[in-house]
């Protein structure tokens, strides 16, 4: 059973730091690209941030560039996003996905809420 669960979310002050995790079971892990994506309130769902299978390759939003950093341990099966300088239109559910040209898998989401 494919299993992707997050965690790691909550409330911030802006400026604040969080790392979210993700934890994959189920499939090959090391033959998935790694993503993580984010839904505002009345926003559609969008790319936060990609690494290939091996991390060789990785790409940020324009509007987390600098700030947020995704990693992958392919020995453990998790990829985090670690997300820092955070500001108030960083708040969404953050999700993560494993993909490859054929398929996807999502996870349920975590709440990041970022408010003084």
């Known amino acids: 059973q494919v299993r992707l669960v997050e965690s790691g979310g909550g409330l911030v002050q802006p400026g604040g730091s969080l790392r979210l995790s993700c934890a994959a079971s189920g499939f090959t892990f090391s033959s998935y690209a790694m993503s993580w994506y984010r839904q505002a309130p009345g926003k559609e769902r969008e790319l936060v941030a990609t690494?290939?299978?091996?991390?060789?390759?990785?790409n940020y939003a324009d509007s987390v560039k600098g700030r947020f950093t995704i990693s992958r341990d392919n020995a453990k099966n998790t990829v985090d996003l670690q997300m820092n300088s955070l500001k108030p239109e960083d708040t969404a559910v953050y999700y993560c996905?494993?993909?490859?040209?054929?398929?996807?898998?999502w996870g349920q989401g975590t709440q990041v809420t970022v408010s003084s």
């Open positions: 996905k494993a993909e490859t040209p054929y398929r996807g898998f």
């Open positions: 690494i290939t299978r091996g991390g060789g390759t990785i």
